[in-house]
């Protein structure tokens, strides 16, 4: 199907290194979302993105979470130097359009998870 | 913060129906009423939304309450395919989705 993918699903990373995080949207949805979710919680907002323009970064935790969306289409989530409290699943969402009026209805990824050691 | 209160867990005989109950007593007139799933190892999956009117599609059917204060989430036939935990959002368009910890729904045989 055409939904959202996301790659890679599993990552182990030792603490200190950088990972890359990649999501490949709906085709033709304009907004992406990324969100964080511990084990046991609800996803918690990271970042929005209208196409390549990123409108929201409130939710990111700290410097060291980076997220780009250069050709407004796929988007990276960048953690530098990990660290054991970043081990989550990374879950992208992706929607037709913010703020006009549509359902915005967000169509999730199967998430990645990341276990930083 | 989540606008939402869900009760963290129940259970459901399969083929009867599964009502989630969602409170938002703070919901404000602009303020629509989602509810997304998610099954284990899965990305959460949109259900249904609402403003004022019960809605109903293949999925499920939503009733609010005509104060707006609470919602319930109605699954006709539960099938142990519907084991997940449901998440009950406030939000208006062009906000951020805040997700809570949701109600872990177990349909059992």
């Known amino acids: 199907g055409a939904g959202v993918s996301q790659s890679p699903r599993y990552k182990v990373a030792k603490r200190g290194q950088d990972v890359a995080l990649r999501c490949d949207p709906i085709s033709g949805h304009v907004s992406l979302f990324w969100y964080q979710q511990a084990l046991g919680q609800g996803p918690e907002f990271l970042t929005y993105f209208q196409n390549e323009a990123q409108l929201d970064k409130s939710g990111l935790p700290s410097d060291r979470f980076f997220a780009e969306r250069p050709e407004g289409s796929v988007s990276t989530l960048k953690i530098q130097r990990t660290q054991q409290e970043d081990s989550a699943v990374y879950l992208c969402?992706?929607?037709?359009?913010?703020?006009?009026?549509?359902?915005?209805?967000?169509?999730f990824g199967p998430g990645t998870r990341l276990l930083v050691l | 913060d989540a606008k939402t209160t869900q009760p963290p867990s129940m259970d459901c005989a399969e083929g009867r129906a599964a009502n989630l109950p969602c409170n938002h007593s703070t919901i404000s007139g602009n303020e629509y009423v989602y509810w997304y799933r998610q099954i284990h190892s899965q990305g959460p999956q949109y259900i249904i939304h609402g403003l004022k009117n019960n809605e109903t599609n293949e999925m499920a059917s939503l009733i609010i309450t005509e104060d707006r204060k609470s919602s319930t989430l109605i699954l006709p036939h539960a099938t142990l395919r519907d084991t997940a935990v449901y998440y009950c959002i406030v939000r208006n368009y062009g906000q951020n989705f805040v997700f809570g910890p949701g109600t872990r729904l177990s349909v059992l045989p």
């Open positions: 969402a992706s929607s037709l359009a913010r703020g006009q009026g549509a359902p915005e209805t967000q169509y």
